[in-house]
């Protein structure tokens, strides 16, 4: 029997249930933590298979002189570049990464980012920059 993962609604729980192929669809599932049975199945993010040849090909796209003289000028085209990296690695970059991109997408300068990020203890020898 295949594994599905549901999310509680309620509890926000997120969990795995074996169901057959026939009951899939039929069953009300409930949720281990609280017994709602207001439950949906939880998708995570798909992850397609690519040669790292082929990842590297679309990042080589940004290196067109145009497009590098793009992003140096507009805050907005360097955050969806490094989006768009980022996504091609497949992993979560962490939480000031994400909000740097954000920052940048909404037109924020890097001098402006770079001033207003606090340091952490561990980043006082690099100077604070991104």
Not at 48 to 61: G, Y
Not at 99 to 117: A, C, H, P, W, Y
């Amino acid at each position: 029997m295949p594994d599905y993962e549901f999310i509680c609604s309620a509890c926000h729980q997120i969990f795995i249930k074996q169901i057959s192929y026939q009951e899939y669809g039929k069953l009300t599932i409930a949720c281990p933590k609280c017994g709602s049975g207001d439950t949906r199945r939880h998708i995570n993010r798909v992850r397609l298979a690519r040669s790292e040849s082929s990842r590297l090909e679309e990042m080589n796209d940004w290196s067109d002189a145009g497009k590098i003289d793009q992003i140096e000028k507009d805050s907005a085209a360097m955050g969806r570049m490094m989006r768009k990296m980022s996504d091609q690695v497949g992993e979560d970059m962490g939480g000031e990464f994400n909000e740097v991109i954000e920052r940048l997408e909404k037109g924020q300068t890097v001098e402006d980012i770079e001033n207003n990020l606090p340091l952490s203890s561990d980043d006082s020898s690099i100077g604070g920059t991104i």
